[in-house]
């Protein structure tokens, strides 16, 4: 039986309905926590919190003229939804670059601006930013990922160094490719620019820089944060851990 370590501590999760964030809402579900299933598919959150005991937050992250003005009373933040979109830089959509960021550097921005308070309250803080190997390392053709990723990199460390004093600590998890529905979507648009069959992307372009040749699963990344959310994690601040089966290791 799982310990109960996150017993008393409520969690929100971002796009948490669908791959590592359901995968880590259930762990920290297991762990005690009371989880809140932030999603834009408002029914595939339900249907999770539902099977949690958790509750449903139906929200558009690129809405941020209304997260601006949220107060968020969660102990646990977990900035965990992304998308994906694949192009040469020229010919990369502006719009689609603004979207890229706007949900993975400005919704996490405007989500911990609205939970510090709580946290700096109570004296007490986990934010864990779900990044990538890319927010470590550049692939072509994923110009606006690569970028956002780097930048909630930056973001986190400066959030760690200012919780650091209030008992808020702030990290980065950077997996590899996940067995997730967005890396599913990826390999048929990974397939037309590289120019190669979809069932050679595993191997020719999503694996090629891994010593471990097998795609990391949402359980695995799930495991990573509910450490990070714990006590045990208290003097881990700043950090960016890798789970890219030895890619970042080039």
């Keep these: 039986m799982t310990q109960q370590t996150l ?24 762990r005690g926590a009371r989880v809140v299933i932030a999603d834009v598919d408002d029914i595939a959150a339900k249907t999770l919190a539902d099977e949690l005991d958790g509750r449903a937050w ?8 209304a997260l601006a003005g949220l107060t968020l009373e969660t102990d646990i933040l977990v900035n965990n939804a992304g998308v994906q979109s694949i192009s040469p830089i020229e010919d990369f959509p502006p ?15 405007l989500l911990i601006r609205a939970a510090l308070p709580h946290m700096y ?6 934010i864990i930013n779900v990044s990538s190997v890319h927010g470590l390392r550049a692939s072509e053709f994923k ?7 780097h930048g909630l990199e930056g973001l986190s460390k400066v959030t760690a160094l200012e919780g650091g004093r209030h008992g808020v600590t702030s990290n980065c998890v950077n997996p590899g490719y996940v067995r997730t529905p967005l890396v599913e979507k990826q390999i048929a648009d990974q397939a037309a620019v590289h120019g190669i069959p979809e069932e050679e992307v595993l191997a020719r372009v999503m694996l090629t820089e891994s010593a ?22 208290g003097m881990v601040t700043g950090a960016s851990y890798t789970m890219d089966g030895g890619w970042s290791a080039r």
Excluded: H, Q
């Excluded at 501590?9 to 762990?27: F, K, P, V």
């Excluded at 719009?95 to 921005?109: D, I, K, N, Y």
């Excluded at 110009?143 to 990723?149: C, H, N, P």
């Excluded at 471990?212 to 714990?230: D, F, M, Q, T």
């Design 58 to 65: 139906a929200v558009d992250l690129l809405d941020t003229e």
């Design 121 to 126: 309250a109570n004296g007490f803080g986990r």
């Design 143 to 149: 110009s606006a990922y690569v970028t956002a990723k």
């Design 95 to 109: 719009s689609e670059f603004r979207r890229l960021l706007t949900l993975m550097v400005e919704a996490p921005f």
């Design 7 to 30: 017993a008393g501590r409520s969690a929100l999760i971002t796009g948490g309905a669908s791959g590592i964030g359901a995968a880590t809402a259930r762990a920290l579900a297991a």
């Design 212 to 233: 471990i040749k097998r795609l990391v699963e949402p359980a695995e990344v799930a495991s990573l944060v509910a450490w990070l959310a714990g006590d045990e994690a």
